[in-house]
């Protein structure tokens, strides 16, 4: 074999082992190309954050819901009208009152009936309820024969008399004013006070047409 021939057999060798070589080292680093996309797209999202050089891992923070408090509903208050007619409702004696100075142990009626005022007062109105802030009035008559109110006259501001309700709540009440007016006139219902308040009302010795008009205020 010629020295031609031999150099061209090795020209031939050098270049196929060269061919082959670059041809594995292409499928080696698009195999590893291909190796490394995969794993990027299934590699799962990193749940790790820097905080002032902290790591916080795989924890998420849930904010905490600020619980909201019901504000409790406010009760609306009832009328003058309400709580009148809730006394009238009871149909029957509310509560007992007593006066010292006149002897007067007495129940009190829940309403105006005629029948019932010849035996004991009545309950005519209340701007805030029994033996609370506000004035309830009570009327009776005047037998002019030491009973019932025959003797309101008598009472003057400093005495004393004494209210316990149906419920059992007893208050005293201290008389800080008393004065003659018409049947007609109800302007001290209108008053505005700070303590539970009684009016008692009952005619005049001299004629049905006026009122003696006592009001006790008690402790608040």
């Given at each position: 074999m ?19 070589a ?33 790591l916080v ?10 619980e909201?408090?019901?504000?409790p ?8 009208a309400?709580?009148t007619?809730?006394?009238y ?12 100075k006149?002897?007067v142990?007495?129940q009190i009626?829940s309403?105006?009936?005629v029948?019932?005022m ?27 024969n ?16 004494y209210?316990?309700?149906?419920e ?6 201290t008389?800080?004013?008393?004065f003659?007016t018409?049947d ?7 008053q505005?006070v700070?303590?539970p308040?009684i009016?008692l009302?009952?005619?005049?010795d ?5 009122r003696i008009i006592?009001l ?5």
């Amino acid at each position: 074999m010629s020295k031609k021939i031999k150099y061209i057999i090795i020209f031939i060798v050098a270049v196929t082992i060269t061919a082959t070589a670059i041809i594995l080292l292409l499928n080696y680093i698009n195999k590893e190309h291909t190796i490394n996309e995969v794993s990027t797209q299934i590699q799962p999202e990193s749940n790790i954050t820097e905080t002032d050089n902290t790591l916080v891992i795989g924890i998420e923070k849930k904010e905490e819901k600020e619980e909201v408090k019901e504000e409790p509903k406010e009760e609306t208050a009832k009328t003058p009208a309400q709580l009148t007619q809730e006394i009238y409702n009871i149909n029957g004696p509310i509560g007992t009152l007593v006066i010292p100075k006149t002897g007067v142990n007495t129940q009190i009626y829940s309403s105006v009936i005629v029948e019932k005022m010849e035996e004991m007062p009545c309950f005519l109105y209340t701007t805030g309820g029994l033996n609370k802030t506000g004035t309830t009035l009570f009327v009776g008559h005047n037998r002019r024969n030491g009973t019932l109110f025959s003797e309101n006259d008598k009472l003057s501001e400093g005495d004393e008399f004494y209210f316990t309700d149906y419920e059992g709540t007893e208050k005293k009440y201290t008389i800080y004013s008393k004065f003659i007016t018409t049947d007609t006139d109800i302007s001290f219902l209108n008053q505005q006070v700070d303590a539970p308040t009684i009016a008692l009302s009952c005619c005049t010795d001299a004629n049905d047409e006026h009122r003696i008009i006592i009001l006790g205020r008690a402790d608040p």
